[in-house]
């Protein structure tokens, strides 16, 4: 039990389909980040959230949009995905938006796009 | 981007032997952390470095941060198979945000 919560734990979609992906943390946490891991390649940070408000998008193509609703819940909607889009995908949350916090990351969601 | 160099890519190591990676940066660092990766499972954090030629002992690991805090080492004394996984390192860039190394993936034959 990490408690960081992620789903769904496997994803397989057309290139055409709309899919979210959830993640929910039960650390009482105040950041919450998506990344992107791919076969070979550090982990990619595509957004992170402080206090349910976005503050850093590290030029993320428009197909992914991520969703905040509050301290606990981050969403990850897709559409329009590409091939390359086909990776490993963690949530993960820390105490603060710091870099002097651990990160706790979830078990990630793994998605295929065909 | 910043680059976070970690060496080796990959290491094979007889159960037993013992196991070194290396974190690089250019730049002076407030921190580094470190974070292993089970084959199919996840980062888990493992320590932080603050202070220059700090050295801290988890068990059979050992983490170095080097006295310019431009380096770290995480060391394993007498690998065992639970040890198989990648090895990250993190530094901190200038926001509030961590760049990942590109890890050392440890296996070890039994």
């Known amino acids: 039990e990490t408690g960081v919560t992620q789903t769904p734990r496997h994803l397989v979609m057309g290139m055409t389909n709309k899919k979210s992906l959830k993640c929910e943390q039960h650390?009482?946490?105040?950041?919450m980040y998506w990344y992107k891991q791919s076969a070979k390649k550090p982990l990619e940070l595509m957004f992170v959230y402080s206090l349910e408000e976005r503050v850093e998008n590290n030029s993320v193509p428009s197909r992914f949009s991520p969703e905040c609703p509050n301290s606990s819940h981050l969403f990850l909607h897709l559409h329009t995905l590409q091939p390359e889009d086909s990776a490993l995908y963690l949530c993960?949350?820390?105490?603060?938006?710091?870099?002097?916090?651990?990160?706790?990351f979830g078990d990630g969601t793994r998605l295929s796009i065909l | 981007g910043q680059q976070v160099m970690q060496i080796p890519q990959y290491q094979h190591v007889q159960e037993g032997e013992d196991f070194t990676t290396y974190c690089n940066s250019s730049?002076?660092?407030?921190?580094i952390q470190w974070y292993k990766q089970r084959p199919g499972g996840h980062p888990v954090f493992l320590i932080q470095l603050v202070k220059s030629g700090e050295v801290k002992k988890q068990k059979r690991l050992t983490f170095q941060f080097g006295e310019a805090k431009k380096n770290s080492s995480l060391h394993i004394t007498a690998t065992q198979t639970t040890d198989v996984g990648t090895y990250f390192c993190a530094q901190p860039n200038t926001g509030n945000q961590f760049y990942f190394g590109t890890g050392t993936s440890l296996t070890v034959i039994p």
């Open positions: 993960a949350s820390s105490l603060g938006y710091s870099n002097n916090q651990p990160q706790h």
């Open positions: 730049t002076t660092l407030s921190n």
């Open positions: 650390l009482g946490h105040n950041a």
